[in-house]
Every structure is written in C-alpha cells, then in structure tokens.
C-alpha cells in the first residue's frame, strides 16, 4: 500500500496528487482515523510505508496487541527503582541500574547483556566558591532540599562539578559574559573590559555549555561559572519546584564542559573505541576539553554575585530575569573558585538487548536511551529508561507467543551519556562496520516526559514513517491522535513563514506547495550523534517536552516526575506505545521506509533559505566579500538524488502492491540501496572536526547542541566567509552524486 | 538648485539618476558635508530643496547665524525655571509658567499672546489603594523620594490619578490581564476567568493607556490598577533613578486615560472649539473617557498584588520582570480602590508667539511644543519648552538685525497637552479655516531629549526637507552629521528587510531599490495629531530619545535631566539647531519644500505590505474570508499621485533654476497646490472616529499611540476583516485622485 508523501515538491504535484487517490481505493485499517481536518491543506497520512495490502491488518494488530500490554503503574515502579540513588556513570549506583535493566530485560525474554566499556571521566575531589569581596560570603555548591521530597536532601550526591572540567583555583574579579558565545566575548572586548586572569560568569543557554568554556578560554579568562538566569528556566519560565516545573533558586545545572562539538566520546580515545589495552591520549596530549576550572551554580547564588559587578550596562539582549540592571563588570565583587577533579580511567557499563530477527536477523533496529544520571535523572533520562523496560516488556509478550520480527530489534541501554555520549560513541566506534552494514535505523528517547509538547527531531528519510505512526497514537490529555496535535503546533508557528515562502514560488513561477510537517533537524547533545553523524544511520530523537525547570539537579527526581510533570504516567504510556510502534515497523515493513525524497526536499529549501541569509548579508557589502558562488550545479545534484527517490519509490510502492516484479530484481536489493542512501550522504568529514562526516547534517560549531545544516554552508553563512562558501559546494555535490547514483542504480 | 530624492521608485531611476548627477555641478556651500559614505548605496542628500542656487549660501550662513546663538547654560537656566513647582494644566503653577514662556518671547521680540481657552478636566480629591486580604496593608499613592534630589520629596504634588478618570470606589479580587489590550481581555475569558465585578491589574506598553480602560470597562471590569513593570522601562532597561534614567520601585506613572484613538481634544466639546459661552456636553453625555475608576501605581506596589495571585500562570508573552511567575488571577489578593475626581471648566493657556513673515505674512510655519506637566515635567515636555525658547531668542536676534522670514513662523506653547492634547486640538478646531488655508505645516517637539538617540517622526512630504536639515546638524557625542548617525542606525535595523524587499522586487521584474531612509509614521500621542490627522497639514515631530524610565513621575525632574539625561545640555543646543534651521528652511523657501513623490511611494510600500500580511491572513482560510478585493485601481491611483508630484518637482526645480517660466504661471500657483495636496488627502473621516480625516495616517483604533498606516486597509487586515478591506478601497482612492488631481492642475 502506498501513501502520499508529505513533501513532495511542486513540480511533482500531479504524480503526488495521483498518488493520493490512490491512496484512498482500498480501505485500509488504521489504529486511529484522522479525526479532524488538517490545517493548510496539508495531506494526512493514509497508508503504511513498506508494507503489502494484505499485511497491513495483521501489522496494525500487532502493535495494537503490544500497546495493550503498556501499564502506568509499571512505568512508574521502573521509574521509582531507577531513581532511588544518584546514579553517576560509573559509580556503583550506576552498576546498580545496569543490572536491574538487565536483569529484567533479560526477564522480559530479551537476549540482555552488560557491555563494560573502560573510559577516562572525572569526579569532583574539592569545589569551593566564596565572595572575597566586598564582603566575604561562602556560595553554597549544594542543593538545599524542600519539604516533602526526601530525594531534595542528597547527602550521597556529588557537590557542584561539571563533566570533563579541568582542576585549578583562581581569585579574581568577575565579568559577566551573557551566554558565554563567541560574540558575547567580542563585545566584551569592543567594550574595553579586560578579560585576561579574571572570572567569567555566564548564563546557560542557547549553547552547549562545553563551548562557554572554551570561548572563555579562548579569551584569556583563567575561569568560568555557569549559572542558570531564571529568564532561561526559573521563575520567568514556570513556578519553580516544588509548586511546578519551574528551576528553583538553589538548583544547579551540573553537566559536561566537553568541546562537543569537535567530536563527542571519550576525549582519550577520538575517533576509536575505547577499550582496556587500546591506544589512549595522555592527558597532556587531549584536545577538546577544558584547561580552565569551571563550575555551574544557582541563580540564587549568582546573584549575589551579579549584583555587585559595575561597569557598562550588559548591551541588549544581555539583561536576564535577576532584579536588577545587569552591568558586564568588573566590579567590587572578587571571587575564589577552586576544583579539584579525580580523573581516572573508569568502567561503564551499556546494556544491550536484542529480540532477534527471523528473516534477516542481521539487520537492526537500534532502541537507545541513556541510563546514567548527574544526580537521580528522572526526568533526564530515567523518563526514557522507564518508557524502554516497558517497551521490552510489551514486545516481550509479543515473542512470548512465538512471534519474531522480520529483522532484529537491539534495545540499548546507554552509560556516560552525560560526560560526552562516551557509551554509544564508543560502541558505535566499535562496532561500525557492522553498523554501516546492517544498521536501518537508530530511534532514540533520551529524557522521555518533561511535558505535554511533543517534539520529533530526525533524519528526513524517517519523516514519512514516524508522521504515520504518529496518527495511530494518541495525546493522552487531548484525546485525538499526535499527529493532529503535532500538525497544529506546527501551522501556528510556521503559517505565516509557509505563505511567504509560497508567495515567492509563485513570483519564481512555481505553483504552491502545501504546507507539511517535518521532524526537527538533529544537532547534538544526545545518544543519536555517532549513529547520524558519523555513521549516516537514519535516526529518530523524541521526548514529550515541557520546561524542564530541574534539568541536571537534584529536584530532577520521582516527587518532580510523579507528582508535578506526568501524575498518572499517560504521557509516560504514549511515549512507550510511539517508540514500540515505530520499532515494529521499523524491523517488520517489507520495503524499507526510507524516502530519500524527504530528504532531498528538505535540502532544496535549505540551500534556498542559506543562499537569502546569503543574500541578506551580502546586501550593501562590496563585491569581494558578497556570496556569489554558483549554487545551479549543487541545486542539480541534489535534484538529481530527489528524481532517483521518487522513481525508485514509486517502482516499489507499485512492486509491493502487485506483489512484483521488485525494481534490481528483488526487494532486499531495494532495501540495500535504501540503506546505502544515508551512507552515501557521508563525505571525508568536516573541516577541522572530521568525525563529523555528514554533508547535510551536523550540529553548529559554535552551538554544540543545535543543528547547522548543510554545515559547510551553513557555517560559511553564520561566520560570513564567502570563499568557505565557495569551497563547501564540491563537496556537498559528491555527496548527492554518491546517493543518487546508489537508487539509480537499482534497474 | 534641486536634489536627489531619496525615495524614487526603481521604476524612475533613470530620472533620478539624471537628476543626482544634475545636483553634483554647481558646487553648493553646505554648512556640513557629509563625511563618511552612507551604506547600502543610499544618496546622500545634496541639495536644499526648494531655493535657488543663488540664494543658497545666504541662507546657511543665516541658519549658522541663529545656531551660533543658541547656549548650552541658556538652556539649562529656562528648564530649571520651567520645572520649579509642579505644573498641572490649569494650576497656578501652570499659569506661571505661561506667563514666564510668553515673557520671555516677548523679550525676544516676538509677538506673544496668551490664548486661555476653558477646559473640563478633573484633579483628584481623594486617592485610596489598599490590600483587604490575605493582609491588610496600604499601598503608597506617592513617590518616596530620593536623597540628593530635593524635587524628588513633592509635598505639593497630586496624589497619585488618571486624567479624565472616573470617580468610585471598588473592592475585589485582582486579575492581571497583561498590557490590556483587546486580545489580552479575550485570552483571558478563554481561559475562563470570571472577570465581571473585578479589578484589572494591567501593565503601561504597547497601547495608550485610555485604551486599556476601556478595554477592561467593555470586558465587565469595575476598576483597573495599571503599573509600570520593570521589564518595560525598569531595572531591566537600566539602572532606576537615581543610578541610572530607569524607573525606580516607587515611581508612578500618571497620565491620561482619555479613548485617545477616538479623538484628542476637550471631550465636552469633541470636534468644535471649546469657548465660554460655546457648546459643552453634560458629563452624562460625554463618549471617549471611562466610566470605572482607574489608579496608576508602581511595580514596588504592584508586586504585593501580583505576588499573590493565584490561578493559571500567565500566558506566554505575559510574564514581567518581577522575580516570581505571574499568574492570571484570581487569588489570594483582594483590593480596595477609590478615587474621587474634581472635575470642573478651568482654564488653560496656550501661549502664541508670531515672527511676522514679509512676504506671505498670513502663511505660517507652526511650530509647538507643550508646557503643562504631569508632576515637574523636566524631560516631558520642558526640555522641548527649553528648546522653544532659545529657538525664540535665536531667531528673535536675527530679527534684531532687521531679518523677516518670508513666511510667518509661529511658536505655541500648548498647554493640557497631558490630559488629551487640549491646547492644540482646541486652538487648531478655531483656526480651522486660517490653518487649512495658509499653514505650510507643522514643527512638534515634545519631550526633546530624553537620550541620545535621534528620532524623526512625520509626514512623508518632508522627508527630503529635513534629511537635508539632518545632514547640515551635527551629534554632539558622534561628532558626525545627524543624518549619517540616523541613517546607520536605520541601516542595521532595516537591511534584512531590504535585502529581502529587493529579492521581491527581482522576482515581479522590478529593478533593485537603493536602501533609503524615511522619518517614522505618525500615529498620536502628542500636539501634532489635530494638525496632521484633522487638518491634513504636513508634520513633523523630532526627539532625542531613550530609556525615560522617570516618565510621568516626580522623578521627571531638573536633577534627572541635568545629571543623568543630558549633563551639559548638548542635546538640547543640538535639538534648537534642528528646530530653528527647519524652520528658517521651511518659512524662507522660494518653492514649499513638500514632495508628494515620497508620499505617493511610502503608500505604494505600504499597500504592498498590506497586500503581504492579508495573504499571511488569509492562507488556509476559506475563501470566503480571505482578503481578495483588487488592489489594482489603488495602485493606479496612487502612481497617478506620484507621476503627477514627480513631474510637477521637475518642472519646478528646473523653473528654479532657470528663474522661470514657472509651472501655472508663478511660484505661488505651484505652492498653493503643494499646500493643497496632503488637504486633498483627508475624506469622510474613518468609521466611528469621523474626527480623524486623513486616508494615509491615523493612531490605530486599538493602539492610540501607533500608527495604523492607510487606518481602513489597516484596521482590516489587523482585525482579519475581510469584508472591510473591500469597503475600504472606494474612499482611499478617491483621496489620492483628488491628490494627484490638485498637483496635475497646475499645468
């Protein structure tokens, strides 16, 4: 059965609108109808990529037999266990977790084994802070508890420390730096402030925090303190826990200094597995980590802090949620940070489960959440775990009565996520052959539930797919199908944007194009990185999200879970049902459900939005610096990869629905290719950070977390260099080449 | 000798272009070049539109003549006079201060009058705030003072009260309702608070507060409280008084809470001249002023409510700067307000002052600025009145050497300008007839310096008069031409959308358009609305301005003004420099410098602009309600304007240069349609606010201060009504035949 595709572009409107009615001739069971009339005209998903006509009811069932198996009250006993002690990577409590998701994995019917894997981390020895002057005050590096949440008050959790932060005291003067990015230090310096030996104190948020350090770093300061501001995630946000979401005064952001963005992993062991007898860096010899002392803390201590600072006023957009006027320093405030991190090669330990094929069992379905925690995790990333146990339970009783996906389904339970991703960066890197082989997809859900806004980030190829997995479940608290809900975010927040856009197609003399729902573009920050990035394995991330006030503090516990972010546990139930869904259909569709015409749609509109960030840039700019490389023969390489998709697509979907004959002579042979498509999309890696080899996707250079697509380009664009902008394109044009020729080559 | 305008379409660039390099051969004495280059390809201006080239260099040398007059510790002496005492309307105080500003000019060899026009207007009797529950505490109605600032301690000051406020007594329970605008009220009842018989806690920005009264009367309020939070020009703009120019906790923004946008003005008298023995509604009768009680108070105050209201939290955009999360209400809080009001017909003063023209005396140039305050008024207005005096004695020194303009220069001091531009309205509704006939147009300067950074508000048929002013007055921090600090400045705001504006414009086949820079869109708010809006007079309004965080306060004082504004009184000479060499500019003219084409090409933009956020409204909607009535003959009828204003400057400069033979036989045929065109302008009167004329400009109906450009296309598209949008062609196009009619008549 075939369905219309989401994002087809105008030029193909007349086969996609052939493709709806056809869509609409054999009745097709589906969990759920699409109750309401989408927005904008846009097509709602009718059919199951992948699958025959006459296996569709049988699919369907299957997954509704699955969902029925899913239990709040399980859900919320996994996430009471899991988050009984801080569970720091690597620590016995940690341990502790690993085996209880093995053990009752491996109860569940899964094949469940501990993977220790040997890496270099860091625990805090010594962290002081105090206000030397104008009076001398200790900072508390601690939360304080609150009352009725016996988990507020951890003894057993580590003082204040970031991941991968460098040991080092320094008294000095402090500088406020806004978010700590590389304009903000810029500013600073066209300020007049002298920056050199004196203490940064930037607000998280907008970058990953890794990179505050090393902008600071960069800019001559001897330290940084990273506060969370109330305008980011306190009060400005949400009542702060425990009357709701909101981050309270005390709580602090622990979380890792990494240089993410050059590469995720063990920093002793770039680009290779990290292993007991294996080549290691000394610490003398690693790059992308800190040589500065570093520590987050609360705003309710920053403050005290903040207030104090003199000189100019913050330039604007710099005042945060603090009352009072920000200055950028220095001022009468003196402070002594001091850290003393314990580093040592350490073991972690993944889980890895696998429900094994019974066609082509060695193919993969990849399921990943991370396990490990700064404090409890139960928002981040307990949520996810709690949701994976009772997928592998549901799909447990599903084996339970004799039934095997066509291909392998591997739950992986990931450790060291929050020093660096080190768990799935290190067993990807070990097992990327097999990967790059068999790999169809990696779904992963780091924090599953902070909320009731679901948000979908992946790789295009997957947007088809998960759009109609979405239909078949449904909001808990809305009572209609996600889709819907997603849809509907998506046209208020995008409408006004689709019908500029299609005002400048019609002045292009493009006809329309109706308005459509995409995943989010994935940048970094969680477990999908070495899958996407460095492996071009087809990913999904997804998470009910809400402001996420305890995010990496203590408060991030079961009381803030059960009683404040999901009572009840129905958004802890959909999650599960969505994830084991699309894992079922995933390991169980004939054709694979990868459309490559996604993908290269969504590049067409990408090089169009950077070639007007371009043009707007360039505008009143003399012609030596203006962007004017010729975009024609990339905008042909990648039609040429959206031309191949589509009739590739269009020759399976008719294959699938007449039971024949299969385009290169077989469907294993199309489903090869389509896996070799993401492959292909990898070049010889990026400039200065070649780890990250995929052309169209990659997280910003200066960001860490968030996506810069088309990285070549889109890094030109942001830092103004016209001749990068030149250089990005041969590459990114052997990329589309590469892909297009695979699907062209299935005759 | 003529000049480049700086607003041709690409359409006649060829035109323009002839004429730039036209305006490069006779070398003309400017009193400033132009240093540096201007960005984006923008034409500096050159010229001095409408004289001769032989009557160029006498007229600089007398403009630097008057500016060489004009003296930083002059300025200074006249504001700490004008803000001795506080001068309400109406008050002795007030009168004294008529009486100081009208002998002064007198001394200065002006003709200077008194005008007392009788007024109803309203002083507060009594003024009681206080929470009932959970506590019982009073709330302050008064500014505490500061140390240092002896004015800051007003014992002789009002309590804190509204202009035409309603007298009662209410006591309720409290919801916030955000800025109180129409679709705050609105967010509000869906989300199904019960507001019938409450107090509306709302805070001052984005709409003139009037509106917010009545907004909350409509939507069943009994009495509103309206604050200042510190997000809009608090501690988070900048350090409070007496740091910095922010509100400080305890300050109290009085003002008017007239229904601005349905006509300024006497509202016993809307529409005809307030006189003794004239007309006067009955208080009964009266429209546009409340009917429930409203107080201004402080966000130290506001705090102790708000803190303790209960509720959903505030929707998104609602949440302030005060340090908890806002909750809409109710709560805890219950209030009790009361406020009695002395309303009575007092008199007020304008003073008059006339610098006879030799030789079109009955013509004027009008330029004004008022004179009653709210409390001291340092910044607002009499930093204006100062600068109205030394302009007074500047000019009344070239007067002493003999010197008469060509046309009459009149200066007014507005008085109950605070309670509803009174003094303007009332003095511009008896002079009807002498103003339609013979004023050139009008000059506003109302608050002069409150910061640093200039703004030009006007209509666009002086743009290029005062863009040539602009260049030949220098910023005095800047050290460089206003119009190059202006233009940068308009530069970085506006390049992307130029930038994008022009990928438009490639797209329709049109040539690029050069960047350009346009005084800002009157909306209302001050003394120029009678004048552009009723009277169809051409206008202009010009400040220094920045964060004015003492406005309407006892903090709007000498000290706030001396020592944090302005020290040095620089900005103040420099706005005198502006103020005098416009008027001299526009009073000695041989040809009105009054260029239609900018009109013509403004209201081109503008349609177009429309056109675009009609689109953005209507995509996805039925048709029925999408915006689809033709545009076209609008179009026409405004290029008809534009071609005939273009022709007719061309012949008129060339009749300039050349001495003649003159378009109509004379220059006085040619300025009397120039006078006639923005007349030509002004129709029925906009739907329910028939006093407001203008086809081109009008405050929006929900806004009061903002400008609603082309008010019924505007309204339209604001209120998503698509039926109006179609009434709304008819009467637009005929104002701009009958435009292009008059300008076309002189053949």
Same mark, same amino acid.
């Given at each position: ?632 023969? #990339?905008? %042909? ?6 031309? @191949? +998709?589509?009739? /590739?697509? *269009?020759?399976?979907? !008719?294959? $699938? =629905? ?37 052309? #169209?996707? %990659? ?6 977390? @968030? +996506?810069?697509? /088309?990285? *070549?380009?889109?890094? !030109?664009? $942001? =830092? ?28």
């Amino acid at each position: 059965m075939k369905r219309p595709l989401l994002s087809l572009a105008a030029m193909i409107v007349l086969v996609c609108c052939s493709r709806v009615a056809q869509a609409h001739e054999p009745e097709i069971p589906t969990a759920i109808g699409v109750a309401e009339p989408a927005p904008g005209g846009i097509v709602a998903p009718t059919g199951i990529t992948g699958f025959a006509p006459d296996s569709i009811a049988a699919q369907l069932a299957r997954e509704a037999r699955a969902a029925r198996v899913i239990r709040p009250d399980s859900l919320r006993r996994h996430l009471r266990t899991l988050t009984e002690e801080p569970h720091v990577a690597g620590t016995p409590a940690d341990k502790a977790t690993a085996d209880y998701v093995r053990q009752r994995l491996a109860a569940y019917g899964w094949d469940a084994r501990l993977v220790e894997i040997p890496v270099w981390l860091n625990y805090p020895k010594v962290t002081e802070l105090e206000l030397l002057e104008p009076v001398r005050e200790t900072l508390s590096v601690r939360e304080r508890g609150v009352r009725g949440d016996k988990d507020g008050f951890a003894a057993n959790a580590f003082d204040a420390f970031h991941g991968y932060a460098a040991s080092g005291e320094v008294s000095a003067q402090v500088v406020y730096a806004n978010y700590g990015d590389v304009d903000d230090f810029k500013a600073l310096q066209r300020l007049g402030i002298e920056l050199r030996g004196r203490i940064a104190l930037v607000r998280y948020g907008r970058i990953f925090r890794g990179l505050k350090v090393r902008n600071a770093e960069r800019a001559g300061l001897a330290g940084v303190l990273i506060y969370s501001d109330p305008t980011e995630d306190g009060y400005a946000q949400n009542d702060p826990y425990p009357r709701g979401q909101g981050r309270p005064p005390d709580a602090i952001q622990r979380g890792s200094v990494q240089y993410l963005s050059d590469g995720p992993g063990d920093p002793s062991t770039p680009g290779w597995p990290s292993t007991a007898a294996g080549k290691r860096l000394k610490p003398s010899e690693l790059k992308g980590v800190p040589r500065i002392p570093s520590l987050p803390l609360s705003y309710g201590e920053a403050q005290r802090i903040l207030e104090r600072l003199d000189g100019p006023q913050a330039p604007k957009g710099w005042q945060g949620g603090l009352p009072f006027t920000y200055h950028v320093g220095p001022g009468s405030a003196r402070v002594r940070m001091k850290t003393v991190q314990d580093y040592a090669v350490r073991p972690i330990w993944n889980v890895v489960a696998t429900l094994t094929g019974r066609e082509s069992p060695q193919q993969k379905v990849v399921l990943g959440n991370h396990r490990d925690a700064w404090v409890y995790g139960a928002v981040d990333p307990n949520s996810g775990t709690a949701c994976m146990l009772e997928l592998g339970r549901a799909l447990g009783e599903l084996a339970a009565t004799g039934w095997r996906p066509r291909r392998s389904i591997v739950l992986c339970s990931w450790d060291g996520e929050e020093y660096g991703l080190l768990g799935s960066t290190e067993w990807g890197e070990a097992n990327a052959a097999d990967l790059t082989q068999n790999a169809v997809a990696y779904v992963n859900v780091d924090g599953a539930v902070s909320g009731r806004d679901l948000s979908v980030g992946g790789t295009h190829a997957l947007g088809d797919m998960v759009a109609e997995v979405l239909r078949d479940v449904r909001d808990p608290q809305q009572r209609r199908p996600l889709w819907n809900v997603v849809v509907d975010r998506a046209w208020s927040d995008g409408r006004t944007t689709w019908a500029a856009a299609n005002r400048m197609r019609r002045l292009r003399g493009e006809p329309n194009r109706l308005f459509e729902w995409r995943p989010g573009v994935l940048g970094s920050g969680s477990d999908y990185t070495v899958f996407v990035d460095h492996l071009g394995v087809p990913a999904l991330d997804m998470a009910f999200g809400g402001m996420h006030g305890t995010y990496h503090s203590v408060y991030d516990d079961f009381d803030y879970v059960d009683r404040i972010v999901d009572p009840g546990f129905q958004y802890h139930a959909a999650m599960t049902d969505l994830w084991q869904r699309v894992a079922q259909r995933l390991a169980e569709a004939e054709l694979l459900p990868l459309r490559y015409t996604d993908t290269a749609m969504f590049t067409l509109d990408e090089i169009q939005s950077l070639e007007e960030r371009a043009d707007d840039w360039s505008a009143g700019k003399p012609d030596s610096s203006r962007f004017n490389a010729n975009t024609t023969p #990339l905008r %042909a390489s990648v039609a040429r990869l959206r031309n @191949a +998709a589509l009739d /590739l697509e *269009r020759r399976s979907d !008719a294959a $699938l =629905e007449q039971r024949g004959p299969w385009p290169g002579g077989s469907v294993a042979a199309v489903n090869t290719a389509l896996m070799s498509t993401e492959r292909a999309l990898l070049g010889p890696g990026l400039p200065g950070r070649e780890w990250f080899r995929h052309e #169209l996707y %990659a997280p910003g250079l200066n960001t860490g977390y @968030a +996506a810069v697509p /088309l990285p *070549r380009m889109g890094q !030109a664009v $942001l =830092e103004g260099d016209a001749k990068a902008w030149g250089r990005a394109l041969g590459p990114i044009i052997q990329a589309f080449d590469r892909a297009a020729g695979v699907l062209d080559g299935v005759k």
